[in-house]
């Protein structure tokens, strides 16, 4: 099975702008997060879907120095960016993380792409029901799912986001359109936080870093964090604030 991994990275951001080149040790929160998608075994190529903003040259840099293919498309239309950034790939399933997730686990991202391919589904996730911390957000589809959703998937949050067509359509929400099923943690660590939205979530993460490194297994840095607590002031911020703040 050929499987594309795309990451998704801008610079735009209303609450915490260029954040994915902000660097802890002289290293861009982008470049970690690469480095550490590179380590997945399950993955054949790999991507970086960004935008024509200003700056995103040095986005672009980034992603070919760490040896990532790089495309830019649609700012708002993000659905049609990651379809035209998978065209030229000849792939069986793609994966699709976001590069504001800088402590990703690639060998998180195997077991949720083992789990759809063995499960024959065409969308796996962990994120249908949100068991692992923010930030460890994968999503796996067949590629002609993206396809068929690329064609029918009409509304502005179906386009901004990428997957909510395919999730409103799943088996796991009662539909019929796509097989789909959650890879569930066997404990619920929704309130865990490992994303970058806001500054306080940079200094959390610059705070793991430089106590544990960039090397090491999402259940490492989950340890620490709640062995830590006040070490974290991000942990009260709410699961994806930012989407709940544009439909308010």
Not at 44 to 51: P, Q
Request: aromatic share 10%; glycine share 4%.
């Amino acid at each position: 099975m050929e499987v594309l991994l795309i990451t998704q990275a801008r610079l735009g951001s209303s609450r915490f702008p260029n954040k994915i080149l902000k660097e802890i040790n002289s290293k861009s929160l982008l470049e970690i997060h690469l480095n550490r998608l590179k380590k997945s075994k399950r993955v054949s190529n790999f991507l970086v879907a960004s935008t024509f903003e200003d700056g995103i040259d040095s986005v672009k840099r980034i992603s070919e120095l760490n040896g990532f293919a790089f495309f830019q498309g649609s700012t708002k239309n993000v659905l049609d960016r990651f379809y035209q950034s998978s065209k030229k790939y000849d792939s069986d399933y793609i994966v699709r993380v976001t590069s504001d997730c800088p402590l990703i686990d690639a060998e998180l991202i195997d077991q949720v792409i083992n789990f759809t391919i063995n499960n024959n589904l065409d969308y796996g996730s962990n994120i249908l029901e949100e068991t692992f911390p923010d930030g460890q957000d994968i999503e796996v589809f067949k590629k002609e799912v993206l396809n068929q959703t690329w064609e029918q998937a009409k509304s502005f949050h179906e386009l901004e986001h990428v997957t909510p067509f395919i999730r409103n359509n799943s088996t796991y929400l009662g539909q019929n359109k796509f097989t789909s099923e959650n890879f569930q943690s066997k404990e619920d660590f929704n309130h865990i936080r490992m994303t970058v939205d806001e500054l306080l979530d940079f200094e959390a993460i610059t705070t793991l870093v430089n106590q544990l490194g960039t090397d090491k297994d999402w259940k490492t840095y989950k340890n620490f964090i709640t062995q830590n607590p006040s070490l974290f002031k991000n942990q009260g911020i709410i699961r994806n604030e930012g989407s709940l703040i544009k439909k308010s």
